[in-house]
């Protein structure tokens, strides 16, 4: 008999959690018994609301249910993380609590699996209740990353997704600080394939990507998975050089060759100016490599379990 893990990351999510719970029991109802099993695992990413009351109160109805709750908000990408360390499923799967991605799409993956994939991710073909500027940033995103990175990131996808377990065991041998799960998953490898489906309105509450934590994931991705920004840097200040150089030699002909000096000044001014900006661009760029280079050698645990429930 097979084991399906099902990992749900949930952060604030009252409002949809026991909609969430029975829709993702019934689609897995569906398997044959006499071929799976499955497991829920629900994992509190330092929730204020009632989430952490409610997992608690369905791991004591269903057996199948187990819940994760940290110590404190580390984000999605790490929730993810941990709900995948602490499966034992032949499979995993990896899907929202807020229903946008509907769970009868798992059944899909599932058939997929049984077919010799060894990742299989939603595709969307429709995203329904998102704002036109979240329609366009994640169309052009894809696209804009993997034209910088080696790693071809499957267009038009999330987080939801199917892996078996020889593909999560290569994944969760990564343990880097900064990590953009879809990137990962496709950077592994292995037998890939998609699913596509119409992505739905938020059940109910808020989003919890807001364009806050759209740009962090955005910029987690770049730079995680590609090297260009700093090739980027190298180019702008070379050109930076150049300038300066023209600019020299503009100094030395006004001064050797003309009375006229004063005229020099302006663009002496915007010279410095510029330089001075793309040195500062420059700098920035290679900061945040650096600084995530500090965070890679500090070597912290990517999350802290307070409590685990029916485990």
């Not at 398997?31 to 989430?51: A, M, R």
């Not at 880097?176 to 109910?204: C, H, K, L, P």
């Not at 920004?229 to 001064?255: C, E, N, T």
Request: glycine share 8%; aromatic share 12%; proline share 3%.
């Amino acid at each position: 008999m097979k084991l399906i893990s099902v990992v749900v990351p949930c952060f604030n999510e009252q409002e949809v959690f026991a909609e969430s719970y029975k829709r993702l029991s019934d689609t897995l109802a569906q398997l044959d018994p006499q071929k799976y099993t499955y497991e829920l695992i629900f994992v509190n990413d330092g929730s204020k609301d009632n989430t952490l009351q409610q997992i608690q109160a369905t791991v004591a109805a269903d057996k199948h249910v187990k819940g994760i709750n940290f110590a404190r908000n580390f984000g999605h990408q790490i929730a993810i993380t941990a709900g995948l360390d602490l499966c034992t499923g032949d499979a995993a799967v990896v899907i929202d609590a807020d229903l946008q991605d509907p769970p009868q799409v798992i059944l899909e993956m599932i058939e997929k699996w049984e077919q010799g994939f060894d990742v299989i991710y939603g595709k969307r073909r429709e995203r329904a209740g998102e704002s036109a500027f979240k329609l366009l940033t994640a169309k052009y995103f894809y696209r804009f990353i993997n034209r910088l990175s080696d790693v071809d990131i499957p267009l038009d996808t999330g987080d939801f997704r199917l892996m078996d377990r020889k593909a999560l065991d290569q994944f969760l041998s990564m343990r880097e600080t900064y990590r953009f799960v879809r990137g990962m998953v496709a950077w592994i490898g292995f037998n890939q394939t998609s699913v596509e489906y119409d992505r739905e309105s938020r059940f109910a509450g808020t989003t919890k990507y807001p364009l806050k934590k759209m740009l962090r994931l955005a910029s987690d991705a770049i730079l995680s998975f590609s090297n260009t920004p700093l090739k980027i840097a190298s180019f702008v200040g070379f050109l930076a050089s150049i300038a300066a150089f023209v600019g020299i030699l503009y100094a030395l002909y006004m001064r050797l060759f003309t009375e006229n000096f004063v005229p020099g000044w302006t663009l002496l001014m915007i010279s410095v100016l510029m330089i001075g900006g793309l040195i500062l661009i420059v700098l920035g760029i290679i900061g945040e490599y650096v600084g995530r280079i500090y965070g890679e050698i500090k070597r912290r645990p990517l999350y802290i379990i307070r409590d685990k429930f029916g485990f």
